[in-house]
């Protein structure tokens, strides 16, 4: 149950710990970890009871390679929106301060710089597509700011919520890339801060 923005655990309760790893080694390292192993989350001490790997056991398993994704994406039919679930605090860095705000250029130019990092196959022009995500219109959103206590000293605002983005203003030879972004940002998470848990995505779009 949660309280006051805390999460009540208990002694038995079940927990699902989604990892991505966009490294070869790390994901190797993740599969040999037996089942019975001890592990320890914050305060409490959970034992990996199974591990899901595939998607047709849980959707949100699976491999991918970045080169499969891009050609999966490009080869869609033309999709006329986007839509980004926020399920943990989202926030930026504009400037020196914390922007927790779903502004697309924000959202879809953090996800460009984090594929480029990756990629041994092709980089994004960040600017280029900053500049073709301010003609995204929010045709349908619900965000709420949300404080994230990353530790007992240290908080963050985020916004968590839904928002739709109206692809139409963007070329149709060119909506594939919105479209990658947010699916490489299921992997990735998604602004700052991603490897504290902030930044957690689920993605959806329409024809």
């Not at 001890?38 to 790997?53: G, T």
């Not at 849980?58 to 980004?84: H, I, K, Q, W």
């Not at 404080?147 to 109206?166: A, C, E, L, M, S």
Request: proline share 4%; with cysteine.
């Amino acid at each position: 149950p949660v309280k006051s923005n805390t999460i009540d655990v208990r002694e038995g309760d079940m927990a699902y710990w989604r990892v991505c790893a966009l490294d070869e080694e790390v994901l190797k390292a993740l599969m040999a970890i037996p089942m019975g192993q001890r592990v320890k989350i914050a305060a409490f001490d959970f034992v990996i009871e199974e591990a899901l790997m595939r998607q047709d056991e849980r959707d949100d398993a699976g491999f991918v390679s970045m080169e499969y994704l891009e050609e999966a994406c490009r080869n869609l039919p033309v999709m006329r929106s986007v839509t980004l679930e926020f399920l943990s605090p989202t926030v930026f860095k504009v400037g020196n301060s914390d922007y927790p705000f779903p502004l697309p250029a924000l959202i879809f130019g953090s996800i460009a710089e984090r594929w480029n990092e990756f990629s041994t196959n092709g980089t994004f022009e960040v600017d280029m597509v900053k500049a073709m995500a301010e003609k995204l219109v929010p045709i349908n959103w619900s965000a709420e700011t949300r404080r994230y206590n990353i530790t007992p000293q240290r908080g963050i605002t985020g916004f968590v919520g839904r928002v739709t983005f109206d692809l139409r203003e963007i070329t149709e030879d060119l909506r594939w890339i919105f479209i990658l972004l947010s699916e490489f940002s299921v992997f990735t998470g998604v602004g700052r801060l991603t490897g504290q848990g902030l930044g957690h995505v689920k993605i959806s779009y329409s024809q």
